[in-house]
């Protein structure tokens, strides 16, 4: 069955760096984009963008354009979501997603989301 | 930016009782509306999608309905397992925006 397997919890310092690991399995992966969403503590979910697993193309919401950057690696099936320069308010819990494109009206949706990895900024 | 807004942000419902979620789009959205589902520490999951297609593997208890700006999450009959928080999520345009949730607790 699709399965996303995300990466475990982090605690940074603020100014750091960190990588998050998507792993897909149960599918063909580059026949699917994947949305990334950060839902802060107590909050509500967030849409950061996606990347498009065939071309590789990117495509970022207002306000994850500089320190957040999406990748992938087609040979082991897992997208990464990097965020640079750490602040506090960085500290949610990250999850992936497979977008599903419905035909013929051409509507994407998320229809299987990651486990979930929460990232601690904090000096 | 669409902006999706949610009604109630909360409610308390019994175990039977019919509940209904509504979300409302800022501008015109067609059909491109989904429901989410979240229980606490958990992912969330997709219930329903272009508006009022139940996803695979849900229960019938739940339906949805409404096009363009107006959508509702219908639950015929609360379970248990239903007590969540429910989200509305449109990709009619980027960015995709949610709705800002409803909690359903225990009457």
């Known amino acids: 069955q699709v399965q996303l397997v995300q990466s475990g919890s982090e605690l940074k310092k603020p100014g750091a760096s960190v990588m998050i690991s998507c792993k897909t399995s149960?599918?063909?992966?580059?026949?699917?984009?994947l949305s990334w969403v950060r839902q802060a503590p107590g909050r509500g979910l967030e849409w950061m963008g996606w990347?498009?697993?065939?071309?590789?193309?990117?495509t970022y919401a207002q306000g994850f354009t500089r320190r957040f950057v999406f990748s992938f690696d087609t040979s082991v099936t897992t997208a990464y979501l990097r965020i640079n320069s750490l602040k506090v308010d960085d500290s949610a819990v990250y999850y992936c997603?497979?977008?599903?494109?419905?035909?013929?009206?051409?509507?994407?949706?998320?229809?299987?989301w990651g486990t979930g990895t929460a990232v601690a900024v904090s000096s | 930016d669409i902006q999706m807004t949610q009604f109630p942000s909360s409610l308390s419902a019994s175990v039977g009782e019919r509940v209904t979620i509504t979300c409302r789009a800022s501008?015109?959205?067609?059909?491109?509306l989904h429901w989410f589902q979240q229980k606490p520490g958990r992912a969330p999951k997709l219930l329903i999608y272009?508006?009022?297609i139940l996803q695979r593997g849900v229960p019938s208890r739940f339906s949805g309905s409404g096009s363009e700006t107006d959508f509702t999450l219908t639950i015929t009959s609360l379970q248990p397992e239903d007590f969540a928080t429910y989200y509305c999520q449109q990709t009619y345009d980027s960015p995709r925006t949610f709705g800002q949730g409803t909690k359903v607790d225990v009457k």
């Open positions: 997603a497979r977008e599903i494109l419905l035909l013929p009206a051409w509507i994407y949706y998320m229809d299987v």
């Open positions: 149960g599918y063909s992966f580059s026949d699917y984009a």
């Open positions: 501008q015109k959205i067609s059909n491109f």
């Open positions: 990347i498009n697993t065939n071309t590789g193309n990117p």
């Open positions: 272009a508006a009022s």
